[in-house]
């Protein structure tokens, strides 16, 4: 319901408490395969997602999203990714499984 | 390689399923884990250590070792043995599967070269008197599903069909053993 001016006492107790902003990057148009051998082959990451983690990639845990609001969870899989959008080798694969867009694990492309 | 998608045979299976994405590349997709392995030139590239960029450890585990005697456990679609065959013309080429039913497809759908030999058995359970000069085991996609207790079994079950100077070789546990 639109809020009024002037504030009434009961417009700051219908606030959002859980809004949280979504970070997005980019992924392969697709699954991919053994991620030990994904780091190695170049693909168009142009197809951009969300996910609520807190760096500015996902990582073990955080949800994945295909918009940046609602439940619209990326499917399980795996997936190429990097912040950016580019034609390469990712910077990670990541493990989405249980279908509700978490990962479940990650392999990180950039050798120590 | 990459073998010529029109050569694969779409298939839809008990156990898993192989069809074209939208851009025509074919893929080999597995019901109960949604796994998937694609027809992609890479693939065989990167785990025989055949790029320069690859990751160090693929490359430098063939740098200066030679086969042409090899056992591959796992199949899919076949584009280790495929490679093996086309590009290194290996003299052996033999491939140790446990499910029946990929076996029964890759022979219907007829895309492998028949110098490949393919056999059903668990590798855990498999024994021959046949010599390697590398096996190669490529059965699972993450490292945790196999343990090094079941790494050390199948290191201590297959050394003696490695010959010596040969390799057992488990890209993804990142093991390369010299015999």
Known sequence: MPIAYPYKFSDWYGYDKDCTTRTSAFRYNGTVGKPAFECDISRAITTQFWHNGSLSLPGNGDTCYTSAAGNNYLGNGNYSIAGTSYTGTPFSVITISGGSGVISATYSCIIP | MKILDSTIQDYTGTNFSVYKREEGETIIKYNTSGDIIENNEMYSKVMLGKCETCNPFFKNSFNGFSYDTVLIVGLGLGLVPQELSEVNKCSKIDVLEIDQEIIDYNISSGHLNSDINLIQGDIYNYTTTETYDLIIIDTIWYEHEMTDEDYGL???????????????YVPIKNKFLVK
């Open chain 2, 154 to 168: 199948l290191e201590s079950r297959l050394l003696p069909n490695i010959n010596t100077g040969g390799a057992l």
